[in-house]
């Protein structure tokens, strides 16, 4: 019986913590080989917190302490204990749940906001860290063997956040090192505001000393590069670096110093352009900045001086007038010169930039297709008989006679050479005299053509503009037309015919004016001709044969489109017979005449446009073009022959870099 109170006692004196004295808040913790349930009960009576403790946790705690302490603090103390025998406390709604370490992440832990205070010691909690520079799936290696095995840290790409749950202590420790490593890099871009000067100016004079000092060259050093770009609308600079701070810092200090405001009232400013034309990008800014001048002058009570007025005349724009500025262009420079305040200046400079780019080009081609067939045949048998010709007395004739020259039978019996074109079958029985003149004496004619002609002619004209820049090809002859023509009687002494003559260009004529817009679609003003001469010895004048189209059509880039043609084919059919004998059935074939014609003609134009808008993909295609021209002259080239001469063919040079 004794020894079993001593055992009991001796349990009870390893599991005990006494007040520090009357009314003290600090208690003296003296806990060595003591079972965890003991301990928690302790712990309870002196924080009055509620406790669940999980069935598997099991063991012993030490804890000692030599002076008293608090009883927040004797809390801490013991989830630091509960910590190195791998459990955790989690707290859920007024309860204090003591489980294993690896199981307090699955209970309720409400995750702690960045901007309140957070808990501290070993207490288990979860965090959520919004990360504003680096990626938070790259800084899940790097953290991951800061935190507990038991704890847990994953990465959210969408929203770039990491989600901690470990102990508050370490969970403060990794805040400050997420934040050592989440900083601005730099090579992120900043944003230089200027006050004074324009940002257009600025970027130019800040990359061309840069790239001077080796800092912005593209074949130097990677880590040494500055790229500075100016954003017109709000006058700003927009610089990236691809080395450390230092270099955006100085770049920080020399624009300060170029932003400046300036003592003179109006400066004068030369701007060199680059593509557009001065004369008429000076008349735009007039109009422009007349708008803006007319619209600010009745809020001020001193008259100022148009801008339009002061450029009305030579000696007006010389002198800087006394209103809000000048705009002049010198065509010999291509370049705009400008007197204005600072922000007048910085809002046409503005404008400047963007008219002054580099303008898209229109390559055209035109396909016009000509496919023709004519098909023709003509069969006859004609009857004369003349052999009663030439006697005295009364004599008698007859036969027949069809078709025109060439093809009737009395015309070929006076002149056997004007005989037409195929198979002329003919009795003759020698000639007859007639007025004094031999005829021979053709008695019968069978005559038999058939044709057949087609043809397949190919015209591709091409020609190369700028956007909204009317161009035009002519590839042709000029040819005189007579207009008019006087001639004098005989009676005059000295007579002095004369015609008028008009020129006119016949053969192939493209005028094209594109319009692209801002999806790549191109408009076209065209007008397109092809014209030939058809008979140059008609009395009355040439006869020329005359296609044209006159369209205005809208088409993708690269697109082929038909503009228009023509598809014609007519058929005729004669027949030249003697009355009733020509309707005989079989043998009324030798009294008739038969000819029939067929043409058919497929016309098309079609149209291609392709916008080159960089001077590489003009290169590209006038290369393919040239090389192609130079495969042609090589060609006709003649064989070697050792009995004539060589002599050398006319080619194209080859192009610069082949």
Same mark, same amino acid.
């Given at each position: 019986?004794n020894?079993?109170?001593?055992?009991?006692?001796?349990?009870?004196?390893?599991?005990?913590?006494?007040? $520090?004295?009357?009314?003290?808040?600090?208690?003296?913790?003296?806990?060595?080989?003591?079972?965890?349930?003991?301990?928690?009960?302790?712990v309870?009576?002196?924080?009055?917190?509620?406790?669940?403790?999980?069935?598997?946790?099991?063991?012993?705690?030490?804890i000692?302490?030599?002076?008293?302490?608090s009883?927040?603090?004797?809390y801490?103390?013991f989830?630091s204990a509960?910590?190195?025998?791998g459990?955790?406390?989690?707290?859920?709604?007024?309860?204090?749940?003591?489980?294993?370490?690896?199981?307090?992440?699955?209970?309720? =832990?409400?995750p702690a906001?960045q901007d309140?205070?957070?808990?501290?010691?070993?207490?288990?909690?979860?965090?959520?860290?919004a990360?504003?520079y680096?990626?938070?799936?790259?800084?899940?290696?790097?953290?991951r063997?800061?935190? %507990?095995?038991?704890?847990?840290?994953?990465?959210?790409?969408?929203?770039?956040?990491?989600?901690?749950?470990?102990?508050?202590?370490?969970?403060?420790?990794?805040?400050?090192?997420?934040?050592?490593?989440?900083?601005?890099? %730099?090579?992120?871009?900043?944003?230089?505001?200027?006050?004074?000067?324009?940002?257009?100016d600025?970027?130019?004079?800040?990359n061309?000393?840069?790239?001077?000092?080796?800092?912005?060259?593209?074949?130097?050093?990677?880590?040494?590069?500055?790229?500075?770009?100016?954003?017109?609308r709000s006058n700003?600079?927009?610089?990236?670096?691809?080395?450390?701070?230092?270099?955006?810092?100085?770049?920080?200090?020399?624009?300060?110093?170029?932003?400046?405001p300036?003592? $003179?009232?109006?400066n004068?400013?030369?701007?060199?352009?680059?593509?557009?034309?001065?004369?008429?990008?000076?008349?735009?800014l007039?109009?422009?900045?007349?708008?803006?001048?007319?619209?600010?002058?009745?809020?001020?009570?001193?008259?100022?001086?148009?801008?339009?007025a002061?450029?009305?005349?030579?000696?007006?724009?010389?002198?800087? $007038?006394?209103g809000?500025?000048?705009?002049?262009?010198?065509?010999?420079?291509?370049s705009l010169?400008?007197?204005?305040?600072?922000?007048?200046?910085?809002?046409?400079r503005?404008?400047?930039?963007?008219?002054?780019?580099?303008?898209?080009?229109?390559?055209?081609?035109a396909?016009?297709?000509?496919?023709?067939?004519?098909? %023709?045949a003509?069969?006859?048998?004609?009857?004369?008989?003349?052999?009663?010709?030439?006697?005295?007395?009364?004599?008698?004739?007859?036969?027949?006679?069809?078709?025109?020259?060439?093809? !009737?039978i009395?015309?070929?019996?006076?002149?056997?050479?004007?005989?037409?074109?195929?198979?002329?079958?003919g009795?003759?029985?020698?000639?007859? =005299?007639i007025?004094?003149?031999?005829i021979? !004496? &053709?008695?019968?004619?069978?005559?038999?053509?058939?044709?057949?002609?087609?043809?397949?002619?190919l015209?591709?004209?091409?020609?190369?503009t700028?956007?909204?820049?009317?161009?035009?090809?002519?590839?042709?002859?000029?040819?005189?037309?007579?207009?008019?023509?006087?001639?004098?009687?005989?009676a005059?002494?000295?007579?002095?015919?004369?015609?008028?003559?008009?020129?006119?260009?016949?053969? &192939?004529?493209?005028?094209?004016?594109?319009q692209?817009?801002?999806?790549?679609?191109?408009?076209?003003?065209?007008?397109?001709?092809?014209?030939?001469?058809?008979d140059?010895?008609?009395?009355?004048?040439?006869?020329?044969?005359?296609?044209s189209?006159?369209?205005?059509?809208?088409?993708?880039d690269?697109?082929?489109?038909?503009?228009?043609?023509?598809?014609?084919?007519s058929?005729?059919?004669?027949?030249?017979?003697?009355?009733?004998?020509?309707?005989?059935?079989?043998?009324?074939?030798?009294?008739?005449?038969?000819?029939?014609?067929?043409?058919?003609?497929?016309?098309?134009?079609?149209?291609?446009?392709?916008?080159?808008?960089? %001077?590489?993909?003009?290169?590209?295609?006038?290369?393919?073009?040239?090389?192609?021209?130079?495969?042609?002259?090589a060609?006709?080239t003649?064989a070697?022959?050792?009995?004539?001469?060589?002599?050398?063919t006319?080619? &194209?040079?080859r192009?610069?870099?082949?």
């Amino acid at each position: 019986m004794n020894r079993l109170l001593l055992v009991v006692w001796l349990a009870l004196s390893s599991c005990q913590a006494w007040a $520090a004295g009357p009314g003290s808040d600090g208690v003296t913790l003296n806990f060595v080989n003591a079972d965890i349930d003991g301990v928690v009960k302790a712990v309870s009576e002196m924080t009055g917190k509620n406790f669940i403790v999980d069935p598997r946790v099991k063991g012993t705690v030490n804890i000692v302490s030599a002076k008293p302490v608090s009883k927040a603090l004797a809390y801490d103390v013991f989830l630091s204990a509960l910590r190195l025998q791998g459990y955790a406390a989690v707290e859920d709604m007024g309860i204090v749940k003591i489980v294993p370490e690896g199981d307090a992440k699955l209970h309720q =832990s409400t995750p702690a906001p960045q901007d309140k205070t957070r808990a501290i010691g070993d207490r288990i909690e979860t965090r959520v860290f919004a990360l504003k520079y680096e990626s938070a799936l790259q800084l899940v290696p790097i953290l991951r063997p800061l935190i %507990a095995p038991n704890n847990t840290i994953a990465a959210y790409q969408n929203s770039n956040t990491l989600v901690i749950t470990d102990y508050a202590s370490n969970v403060q420790r990794l805040e400050k090192i997420i934040d050592a490593i989440d900083q601005p890099s %730099a090579t992120d871009p900043i944003i230089i505001a200027l006050k004074y000067a324009s940002a257009l100016d600025v970027a130019q004079t800040v990359n061309r000393l840069f790239a001077e000092t080796g800092q912005g060259a593209a074949g130097g050093d990677s880590s040494q590069r500055l790229l500075v770009v100016a954003d017109t609308r709000s006058n700003s600079l927009l610089a990236r670096g691809s080395g450390d701070a230092s270099r955006l810092n100085r770049l920080r200090q020399f624009v300060a110093m170029l932003d400046s405001p300036t003592s $003179a009232g109006g400066n004068i400013h030369v701007i060199a352009l680059k593509n557009a034309e001065a004369v008429k990008l000076a008349e735009t800014l007039r109009a422009i900045h007349q708008g803006e001048a007319g619209s600010a002058a009745p809020r001020s009570s001193a008259p100022a001086t148009p801008l339009s007025a002061a450029m009305s005349s030579p000696a007006a724009a010389a002198t800087p $007038a006394s209103g809000s500025g000048i705009i002049q262009a010198d065509a010999a420079t291509n370049s705009l010169i400008i007197t204005a305040s600072d922000a007048i200046y910085n809002n046409l400079r503005a404008v400047v930039d963007r008219l002054d780019m580099r303008r898209a080009q229109v390559y055209v081609e035109a396909l016009i297709a000509e496919i023709t067939a004519d098909k %023709a045949a003509e069969f006859g048998i004609q009857w004369q008989d003349l052999n009663g010709l030439g006697k005295t007395g009364t004599q008698t004739f007859g036969g027949t006679n069809f078709g025109s020259a060439g093809q !009737n039978i009395l015309g070929i019996a006076q002149n056997p050479l004007t005989a037409g074109r195929g198979l002329n079958i003919g009795v003759l029985k020698g000639q007859v =005299s007639i007025g004094g003149v031999n005829i021979l !004496n &053709l008695g019968l004619l069978v005559r038999a053509l058939e044709t057949d002609g087609n043809a397949n002619i190919l015209s591709t004209p091409t020609l190369l503009t700028l956007d909204n820049e009317e161009a035009r090809i002519v590839i042709g002859q000029n040819v005189p037309f007579i207009t008019g023509q006087y001639a004098v009687s005989a009676a005059a002494t000295t007579p002095t015919p004369f015609q008028t003559i008009e020129r006119k260009d016949v053969g &192939l004529t493209l005028k094209i004016k594109p319009q692209i817009s801002e999806g790549g679609t191109v408009r076209l003003q065209i007008y397109q001709e092809v014209s030939s001469i058809q008979d140059s010895t008609n009395a009355a004048g040439v006869i020329t044969n005359k296609r044209s189209v006159e369209s205005n059509v809208l088409v993708d880039d690269g697109q082929i489109i038909v503009l228009g043609g023509l598809i014609q084919d007519s058929v005729s059919d004669g027949v030249d017979k003697v009355p009733l004998l020509g309707d005989i059935p079989g043998l009324g074939n030798l009294f008739k005449y038969n000819t029939r014609k067929r043409s058919k003609t497929n016309l098309m134009v079609f149209l291609r446009p392709t916008v080159l808008r960089s %001077a590489q993909s003009a290169d590209t295609l006038t290369k393919g073009r040239y090389d192609y021209i130079l495969g042609e002259q090589a060609k006709p080239t003649p064989a070697a022959n050792p009995l004539l001469q060589d002599e050398a063919t006319p080619s &194209l040079p080859r192009m610069p870099g082949q």
